[in-house]
């Protein structure tokens, strides 16, 4: 192990000590813990981050599934999914980095450069969506979950780079990365997930894809609690649900990690685009109630 991979270790737990005593400070000044809607729906919220988390250790990504299961059984209101999303798998999400960051080689600096772009982008997002109102986080994540779901096709049907060999990127092509992972951390503050576009990204670069596993949970592992953070102060999520995602999701990623080693997904993956289709289409269906029947 490298000086920069104990560099990031040592900031990962950094960035788990400061969100755990930022949320639990957070809790103590308001009443979001207090019984709330998503005391009726625990067990449902539990199950959903559990199954979704497990996948998502696996590569498919967790964001789109749950926002999908949250509409539908409709437990977290439209505008504070997003911000429940990146709050309650922050931690699931850094038990991930650890893992994959450990395991699967990739240019360490890359890698650290990668991650901060992408935490950049997303303190800036998480800024802007906490103050959009109830319609227009709806037309976003109707429009993310829409996108998420072409992804998922593309990945069905094998359309897109395949990727090459590299481990690194230098000059333009470094540039280029960081851009993209920049708007790839804006985009997750609407719930869009970065997983798929980041596998894109880094496969379009001439990367190995498989070096994308360490770049995409190592971004979401940096990027959810600072986000997820800014979600809080404002109010924006539901701590109910995100505290049961944290505790549901968390022992998921263990079981995913070290027990299955290989699984048919294809599957999985039809079932998680037409649930994405259904929840987008309910989301943007929900905008045109709400500018037809402004509050």
Known sequence: MNNLQKFLF????????????????LARRTRNLDASQADRHWVFHAVVAFVCTFFDTLGIGNFAPTASAFKFRRSVPDEQIPG????????????QAFIYIAIVEVDALVLVLMIGASV??????AGLVARWSRRTVQLGMGGALLAAAVLMLLKQFNVG????????LQGTWLMAGLAANFLLGALMTLGIGLY??????VSLLGMSPRAAFPIMMGSCA????VGGMRFAREGRFDARAALTMTL????????????VKEMPLEYVRWLVVVAVVYAAAMMLRSAWVERKNPE
């Open 84 to 95: 429940t999303l990146n709050v309650g798998y922050a931690i699931p999400t850094i038990a």
């Open 222 to 225: 940096f990027l959810m609690p």
């Open 196 to 201: 798929g576009p980041c596998l894109i990204v």
């Open 120 to 125: 950049v982008g997303a303190w800036m997002g």
């Open 248 to 259: 549901s999701g968390l022992p998921s990623v263990l079981i995913a990690a070290y027990l």
């Open 10 to 25: 040592a900031a990962l737990a950094f960035v788990t000590v400061w969100f755990i005593v930022t949320w639990t400070r």
């Open 161 to 168: 780079p395949a990727g090459g060999e590299a481990l690194t």
